[in-house]
């Protein structure tokens, strides 16, 4: 029989570096930035430097090797975008960590006890140009807003947090940019600002008139078709 044989114990002369994808969220008074993990602990909001805390609510400190609580990381950076092509990731950030304090790892990364969040890269806004700053999504959680990646275009008369003041929130040595290589977001439902964009774009409401007008027309079409399969069902002598 083969002996157990414990692994290594490492002793890096600087702090390893991952990558991970997180939901980014920022406090209710906007001075502070927090993240969002997407598995165990998705619940649980954690700051730039923080500690991890079992996701199960466990009494013991993270991370355990008979649990799967501690926060992960992937080595590769590559890895992480791909992850983040996901429908349900569309909405995150990649994230490089400084991986501090007890780690374990594992064949595509750590699970580990405390993290330093070192630099948050966007992806792209929504209609396609460069991030310029974060808006709020307009979801959240207690004490808590989503937030999202934003052109200066698509942010309209909305406030939009640059990047480099939303960097200042997460304190020394944190930085924030646009990364193209991310998926970016599903486009949204227009609101008034892009409304009163398109009016702009169409040279006011004459020039858009014939657009809302095409549309209505679609829509009543669809009405009507929906109307006939409902009449279709409740006639016992339609064959």
Do not use: N
């Not at 923080?50 to 008979?66: I, N």
């Not at 991986?99 to 990364?109: D, K, N, S």
């Not at 052109?151 to 008369?157: Q, R």
């Amino acid at each position: 029989m083969t002996p157990f044989r414990r692994a290594p114990r490492e002793r890096p002369d600087r702090p390893p570096v991952g990558y991970k994808i997180a939901r980014p969220m920022l406090s209710a008074d906007g001075a502070r930035l927090g993240f969002r993990g997407v598995s165990l602990g998705g619940d649980i909001v954690y700051g730039p430097l923080d500690d991890a805390r079992c996701g199960y609510e466990r009494r013991h400190r993270p991370p355990s090797r008979w649990c799967a609580c501690g926060f992960y990381c992937l080595h590769d950076a590559a890895a992480a975008i791909e992850l983040g092509c996901a429908t349900e990731y569309r909405d995150t950030v990649l994230l490089e960590v400084a991986v501090l304090g007890v780690y374990l790892r594992h064949e595509r990364g750590m699970r580990f006890e405390r993290q330093r969040v070192r630099r948050i890269l966007w992806p792209r806004c929504a209609c396609g140009r460069r991030s310029e700053g974060v808006l709020d999504t307009g979801e959240g959680i207690l004490g808590w807003r989503a937030l999202t990646g934003s052109c200066a275009v698509c942010a309209g008369h909305r406030p939009l947090l640059r990047f480099d003041a939303y960097a200042g929130l997460g304190g020394p040595g944190v930085t924030a940019a646009c990364d193209e290589r991310l998926a970016p977001p599903a486009p949204r439902a227009p609101i008034a600002a892009d409304l009163t964009l398109s009016l702009d774009q169409a040279g006011g409401a004459d020039g858009l008139v014939p657009q809302l007008a095409a549309e209505a027309a679609l829509l009543q079409a669809r009405l009507d078709w929906f109307q006939l399969q409902l009449g279709r069902l409740g006639d016992p002598t339609d064959g």
